[in-house]
């Protein structure tokens, strides 16, 4: 038999307890026990299920919210546990995002693709940028690549930070009005430090092609569009959407999980306090004073939380861990009537640059975005605070931080300014969101290759290979794959469910 312990119970810690158990159930004498310090599951995934007091439900993630449909790993697992019907798509039809500007909205002109524009007559007319900024922009199609790759090179070999990036092939002012809140706001970083191989490769790759990110993405919505003529959706069929979700919110994956690899093998509300190596095995001591004796340890927790736990049985692993900053931020979910927000609801989300000076970095509208999120006559807002430029926020009181986020919303968005909240709900993320700063996959390569020298140890989470919701998940398989592989266990059945689910 082989003991896995896994610590952190976000959803890397629990698709490595849900692939042992399908291990287990194929055969392998395998079993697992996972402990996570808080009182609940999920980690970065919280959602909030409330009662309007006039009836009705809220459906509130105050996390993630959403992955990206492209990526495979939550439609198979939701398959292999045969919720993948309560899947949910954005509701496209109200899909716009506004940019703050000077104070004002201006609505994300049609044809940018990521922050470059493909099309003329939306960006000759936007009042997002100035001139002078949308002539630098054009001049991307002309600025010469930075060098020639080598052959067999890729962008790991050329990393840079998003900033260096964009500032150098469409100027400054495209980087603090769209691609800072854009890509520095998803993933919680600052892009003067933010990484491109470990982020957005594409974009380095796309100037080695293309020479010109606007003739890149250009390219890429040509393609797009050609595959959406060959392949029309199937009647009937739920409708793509960039992003996905689930009906009830995404803890719902978070509890099945939980259901399918056992609640009897989960310890919540206990946390790993130290790991030691014991001869050929591993002691895992818990704040409740227990030493668990395992073959295996699956660290998934957060960077911060990783580094302390494996400083001891190995400092090299701890020293890089150690180099993943993570930044900290809090959500606001407030829901107001809609008499109390007399303002055009056919957007998804409002994005607040840096450069705004505004401790609020962006706005959801989630009854906008997501159906069935509130109930008839209420609007969703979910406001986000803090992240890289203003790490404090989390000091605030929770009066402080509810009056924040809706002050911002009436001065921004048009809430009334007399209108109460009929729900509230605050979510701190300490530490939350790893930042992948330039060089990050080269730390990560030496992380994974001191760690395949150590048996039944592997780190797995959001900090390593990709910061989302399918990232993490796959983090967490893959984990298992290693400890057990450590063990000369080749889990055949398992890998070809995983391959038919695809
Ligand atoms: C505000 C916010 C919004 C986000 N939005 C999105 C989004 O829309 N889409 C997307 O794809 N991604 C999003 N992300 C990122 C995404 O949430 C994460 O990638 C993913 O949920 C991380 O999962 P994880 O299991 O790696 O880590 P976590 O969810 O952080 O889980 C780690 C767990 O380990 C536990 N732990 C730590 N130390 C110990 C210990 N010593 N003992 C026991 N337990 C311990 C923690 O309590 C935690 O529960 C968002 C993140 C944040 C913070």
Same mark, same amino acid.
């Given at each position: 038999? =082989?003991?896995? =312990? #896994? ?44 009662q ?39 509701l ?20 940018i ?47 840079e ?20 809140p ?11 430090d ?24 250009l ?11 060959k ?53 895992v ?10 073959d295996?340890?699956? #660290? ?10 494996v ?68 609007v ?28 911002q ?28 700063? =330039? ?6 390569d ?24 399918p ?32």
């Amino acid at each position: 038999m =082989v003991d896995v =312990v #896994i610590v952190g119970g976000g959803i890397a810690g629990l698709g490595a307890a849900y692939k042992i158990r399908r291990a287990a159930d194929a055969g392998h004498d395998v079993s697992f026990t996972l402990v996570e310090k808080d009182d609940r599951l999920g980690g970065k995934i919280h959602t909030d299920i409330a009662q309007d007091p006039d009836g009705g439900t809220y459906i509130a993630d105050g996390g993630s919210d959403a992955f990206l449909t492209d990526k495979t790993a939550v439609h198979r697992v939701a398959r292999l546990l045969g919720v993948f019907d309560e899947e949910t798509g954005t509701l496209d039809e109200t899909k716009k995002t506004f940019i703050v500007k000077d104070g004002r909205l201006v609505e994300m002109p049609d044809g940018i693709m990521m922050f470059a524009p493909t099309k003329i007559v939306p960006m000759a007319t936007t009042t997002l940028y100035s001139w002078p900024a949308k002539l630098r922009m054009a001049l991307d199609l002309v600025i010469p690549r930075k060098l020639r790759w080598a052959p067999g090179e890729t962008a790991q070999d050329h990393d840079e930070s998003v900033e260096s990036l964009v500032v150098r092939r469409m100027g400054r002012e495209c980087l603090d009005r769209l691609a800072e809140p854009l890509i520095g706001g998803v993933n919680g970083s600052d892009p003067k430090d933010m990484s491109l191989a470990a982020t957005y490769p594409m974009l380095l790759d796309m100037e080695q092609k293309h020479g010109s990110l606007v003739r890149g993405f250009l390219a890429q919505r040509r393609m797009i569009e050609d595959m959406k003529r060959k392949y029309p959706p199937k009647p009937g069929a739920r409708p793509r959407t960039f992003f996905s979700s689930f009906k009830l919110g995404l803890q719902f994956i978070i509890d099945r999980m939980a259901d399918a690899a056992g609640r009897d093998r989960i310890r919540t509300g206990v946390s790993a306090t130290a790991l030691r190596r014991d001869g050929g095995r591993w002691a895992v001591t818990l704040s409740t004073g227990e030493v668990l004796d395992a073959d295996a340890v699956i #660290i998934a927790a957060e960077a911060w939380a990783a580094e302390a736990l494996v400083r001891e049985a190995e400092p090299a692993i701890a020293d890089l861990v150690g180099t993943i900053p993570c930044s900290s931020s809090a959500t606001v979910i407030l829901a107001f009537a809609e008499a109390d927000c007399p303002f055009d609801k056919r957007w998804h989300g409002i994005l607040t640059p840096a450069v705004e000076k505004r401790s609020l970095t962006g706005v959801s509208l989630m009854s906008s975005k997501w159906p069935d999120r509130a109930p008839e006559g209420r609007v969703l807002l979910r406001g986000f605070l803090g992240g890289p430029r203003d790490q404090g926020v989390l000091l605030k009181s929770d009066e402080e931080l509810i009056e924040l986020a809706r002050s911002q919303m009436v001065d921004l968005i048009g809430v009334k300014a007399d209108a109460r909240p009929r729900y509230a709900k605050i979510f701190r993320w300490p530490g939350g969101m790893p930042q992948y700063t =330039v060089g990050h996959l080269d730390r990560v390569d030496e992380i994974e290759r001191l760690q395949a020298g150590v048996a039944g140890l592997a780190l797995a989470g959001n900090a390593y290979r990709g910061v989302g919701v399918p990232n993490a998940l796959e983090s967490g398989e893959r984990a298992v794959t290693k400890v057990l592989d450590d063990f000369g266990i080749a889990l055949a059945e398992d890998v070809v469910e995983e391959k038919r689910t695809r």
